[in-house]
Structures are given as C-alpha cells and as structure tokens.
C-alpha cells in the first residue's frame, strides 16, 4: 500500500463512512457497528462494559480454553461473567479439538452466550505451543474441521478471529476465509499480521482486503488503528464492514465515540477535559475494584493506570514518578487519592489531545 494511505487526514469533512454491521440475526446501526477486540487480561467485564459506554457496540469476553477441567476455574469463571450486559454476548474460545470446542460452545450458549468467537488469531507460545491460536492456521485441514464441528454444535452465529497467516512465507487468510464461510461462519475478524510477527511491523491492509473480496459474509479489519482517520482510511481501502480496535483502546476508551463521530459528521467531537478524564478513570477503578476484590482490583488497576498515563498531560519523567506511586499502593484509597492529587495539580483544566490522532503514520 501507497505510503500516502498512511498521512493522517486534515479535521475537514468527509464523505460519510457507514460503521453498521450484521452477525447472523444481530444488526448494529450506524455507528454501533464499532468492536472491541478481545485481549486476554485486559478485556475484562469493567473495561467492557466501559468501552460499550464510550461507543463499541461489539464486545467479545476474553477467550478461555475449551479444555472441560479448566471450565470452572476462577479465572474461566470470570472471563464468562457477561451478566447484565446488553446484547449480543459474545464469548471466545481456543483449543484444537473440534469435539472439545463444540462441547464448549454448547455450554457457553446454555449460559448465555448470543455469539462464539473462535481463536486462531493469539501469537502467543503458550496458546501455540498446544497447537491452538494462530498456530491452527498451518494445517487447514483441521481449522476445517473446527469450524463446522462449532456451528453444527450451536444455533447461534459463529465467528472467526485469525491472522494472515503463520509467517509471511505462508499467507493463506483468503484459503481460510473461504473455508470459514464454507462452513457456516457469520463474521470474520481479521488481524492484518501474521502469526510470526505477534504485533510488530505494519499491518497488512492489502491482504484484509483481499479476504473482503473473496468472502460476502461481513469481514471486521484489525491491528493498527489507533485514530478515526486510520479507521476511515482503512474501511475505505479494504472494504471492510467494520473495525476492531485492540491495543488503540487502551487509555483512551472514548476512541470508540470518536471514530463513530468523525464517520458521522467528519469531524473530530470536542476533547474531553481533565476533569472529564478523572471521571472516566476513576470510575473504572470502582468498577475494578467491585468486580475483583479491593486487593485484586488494585493489583489489576495499575496496569490500566499506565495505560492512562499515555494519554495525559505528563512528562515522562513525572509519568515514571506517577506510576511507581500507583503501583506502591495498596489499597484503593491510596490509589485513588494519588490519582485525584495529580488532577488536583494539573495547570489546566482543558486538554487539547494531539496526541496521537495529529502524529498518526
């Protein structure tokens, strides 16, 4: 792809971009057609449901292993907790046994899952080293044999998430895209990299639209979209129906409204405040807090706060100073009280963000 693909556009209107999008009997309207990617560790029920306030209409659970014995474990316990969410529910699951992955979408669909979401997208080596993930993507056969076993085992829709390929020697997304269709799945989610880059060089646009040619069911683009103007400019390259935001998300959940108002209106919304912000994380917080456990929650909110971090009025050094006092905290109060005294010195009330939307490559 031309490098001019990849200059930021100028905050001037636009044709309007439609961001709709259909899984099976699940249609999201304009501008809901927005997804949240799924990142074990990080896409829990509170950072879910935050960015479901901020705009993604389209949220998958973090995947758990279809493995029976690890069903009920605490931490498959809460990766499936959807309770209270709005629909569709989707829950994601990873393994290489076509019978074991059909067992375990029939039991997430009896308690209460709308989609299954099928891994063949994680680079990880645990996940890979048990031949599951991306690593599935070298013998086709089997991803064959997954995906029917899956949608014959369930009456809701069936979606894929995957990558390119194994390595970019072997690119095969367009011969798995097609076998996904063949048998039944309702949407693709792919990742413009393949298994062999985990998530470093440029994501391979050519290659997501090439799979939205070859395919008529919807197909989502992911990896590297980190502003509206790159998601603009990658649906408009790719054709794809809609994008999945990852890494892009986490800091700045209002991502979501943001693309879906630059789409609309071609225009960028009004930059939240400071105080705006503190509101936004401090009640994400509270949510982790709720939802694990004050010890736990606090444990888990640091990583989140450094993800914050990114995008705040801070200079790297006072950013270093920041973090290690939130992550010396062990309660919530202290951790909210750090938090509430570096908004409580911040010289200004308004925070024009530049960063990264004016500095996109």
């Not at 985990?198 to 980190?226: H, M, Q, W």
């Not at 502003?227 to 700045?252: F, Y």
């Amino acid at each position: 792809m031309n490098a001019s693909f990849f200059v930021a556009a100028a905050n001037t209107a636009v044709d309007v971009v439609k961001t709709t999008l259909t899984i099976g009997s699940h249609h999201l309207g304009q501008g809901k057609g927005l997804a949240l990617a799924p990142m074990a560790g990080v896409t829990d029920k509170p950072f879910r449901a935050l960015c479901r306030r901020w705009g993604a209409g389209y949220t998958v659970a973090e995947m758990i292993s279809a493995q029976p014995h690890l069903r009920h474990s605490r931490k498959s316990r809460r990766r499936t907790d959807c309770c209270g969410e709005p629909a569709p529910i989707a829950v994601q699951l990873v393994g290489n046994d076509p019978a074991q992955m059909a067992d375990a979408a029939r039991y997430s669909v009896a308690h209460g899952a709308h989609i299954i979401d099928i891994n063949m997208g994680c680079p990880a080596k645990k996940v890979c080293n048990a031949a599951a993930g991306s690593a599935l993507l070298a013998d086709e056969a089997r991803v064959a044999h997954i995906l029917d076993a899956v949608v014959r085992a369930v009456e809701v829709p069936v979606t894929l998430k995957f990558r390119t390929g194994v390595s970019p020697t072997m690119r095969n997304a367009v011969r798995i895209a097609r076998l996904a269709e063949d048998a039944g799945i309702a949407m693709l989610a792919l990742h413009g990299r393949t298994r062999a880059c985990a998530f470093t060089g440029s994501a391979e646009y050519e290659t997501i639209a090439a799979v939205k040619r070859a395919v008529r069911i919807p197909v989502l683009a992911n990896g590297d979209i980190n502003s509206p103007h790159k998601a603009l400019r990658v649906l408009r390259e790719t054709g794809a129906d809609s994008v999945m935001i990852g890494r892009a998300a986490l800091g700045q959940p209002w991502l979501f409204r943001d693309i879906a108002h630059f789409a609309a209106h071609g225009v960028l919304p009004s930059p939240l405040t400071l105080e705006e912000r503190l509101a936004v994380i401090d009640s994400h917080l509270v949510a982790l807090y709720e939802f694990y456990g004050e010890a736990h929650g606090v444990r888990i909110a640091r990583k989140h706060l450094g993800y914050y971090l990114r995008y705040l009025p801070v200079s790297e050094s006072n950013a270093e100073n920041l973090r290690q006092r939130i992550n010396t905290a062990v309660t919530a109060a202290a951790q909210r009280e750090i938090l509430f005294r570096f908004f409580d010195s911040a010289s200004t009330t308004v925070f024009v963000d530049t960063f990264p939307y004016s500095k996109v490559a």
